[in-house]
């Protein structure tokens, strides 16, 4: 197991985050704990909740599961969607955060988080509440790092000049989706957290399943996946040719003799910008297989298939100013 800085922190983690949706919901308490252990035992050291996963039932699972060893992870949790049905049950208000972490911590039987984002954009709250009252907690020792997730890069850039211009605490991670099928954060989010230095943390690296090899070209629903819950993969972010890119998948990982989940894996990990990758199982004989996709790299070739079927197409402003560089420098003449 490989173990990176988040951005320019301190903070190590492992490159596969355990993520928990499923404790709840497809892993009861004694399969949670054996995915956990099957995780611990690999080297995995972050574990990923949020307070709404499975209406809290996630955080009290895990909550029990760590008992005796929660100095081992680092552990991370989320606030924002509605807890209650009151109106300031969610969001990101001073109001909502401040009780949303008392009752995450209560629920992980914890007195700190060691990561605590800020779920989804709050258009109501403005961004200096928000970044104050996670600075709250930083300083009261409840959180140790705060980060978000889903922001869009203008407003990743404000809240850390926000962050900056105050002296409070800053994100110092971003959790992102990302996978061979949703690589939009390439163009604008990426180069925001290289250049600031925050960690990189993506979700369906898998695509909600879509690449681990259950499915064909063409194919939506998989006997024994969530798909068959109506639970399925989030298709509506995929690449337009992602029957393109699945089929790719498949004929390269046949030829490595891995399976697609852990070639799809692998190639998210292997991008320089990514810091570790959630991934969660339903069942212990599940997670065992995903985590073979530590202690290996994708051959060159492999990985340059891969990115070609998977690429984005250029968009403006890069359509215009990729090669302004050489054409600049085509233009000096010396002596």
């Known amino acids: 197991m490989e173990y990176r800085r ?3 922190s301190g903070l190590k983690v492992s490159e596969i985050c355990l993520g928990t949706m499923t404790f709840g919901h497809g892993a009861d308490q004694d399969g949670a704990g054996r995915i956990l252990d ?5 080297g995995v050291n972050f574990l990923d909740t949020a307070n709404a996963y499975n209406a809290g039932e996630s955080e009290i699972i895990l909550g029990r599961l760590l008992q005796g060893r929660r100095r081992r992870v680092v552990l991370a949790s989320k606030v924002f969607n509605p807890m209650g049905t009151g109106p300031n049950d969610s969001g990101g208000s001073r109001a909502h955060i401040m009780q949303a972490v008392e009752d995450s911590l209560r629920r992980l039987g914890t007195d700190y988080l060691d990561i605590y984002y800020l779920h989804h954009v709050d258009h109501e709250t403005p961004l200096e509440e928000s970044l104050r009252a996670l600075d709250d907690l930083v300083r009261q020792g409840k959180i140790r790092y705060a980060a978000t997730s889903n922001y869009e890069a203008w407003r990743l850039m404000e809240s850390l000049w926000i962050s900056d211009t105050r002296g409070i605490a800053r994100f110092e991670c971003y959790q992102p989706q990302y996978s061979l099928v949703v690589r939009d954060i390439e163009q604008e989010i990426v180069p925001v957290c290289e250049h600031k230095g925050l960690g990189v943390v993506v979700w369906s690296p898998l695509a909600g399943g879509y690449l681990t090899g ?3 070209p063409g194919q939506d629903r998989a006997t024994g996946s ?3 819950e ?3 993969f989030p298709r509506r972010f995929f690449h337009p040719d992602h029957t393109d890119i699945l089929a790719t998948l498949l004929e390269v990982s046949a030829g490595l003799g891995r399976s697609p989940a852990q070639v799809a894996l692998r190639w998210v ?3 320089r910008f990514v810091t570790s990758a959630i991934v969660g199982a339903r069942n212990q004989a599940q997670i065992e297989e995903t985590l073979q996709a530590v202690g290996w790299r994708l051959p060159a070739e492999v990985r340059a298939r891969l990115d070609e079927a998977s690429a984005l197409p250029m968009r403006y402003p890069r359509t215009m100013e990729d090669g302004m560089r050489e054409r600049r420098a085509s233009a000096v003449r010396i002596g």
């Open 38 to 42: 099957a995780c611990l035992e690999a």
């Open 230 to 232: 109506g639970w399925a």
């Open 214 to 216: 259950k499915y064909q």
């Open 6 to 8: 988040m951005g320019r």
């Open 226 to 228: 969530r798909s068959e």
């Open 269 to 271: 990990l292997d991008q």
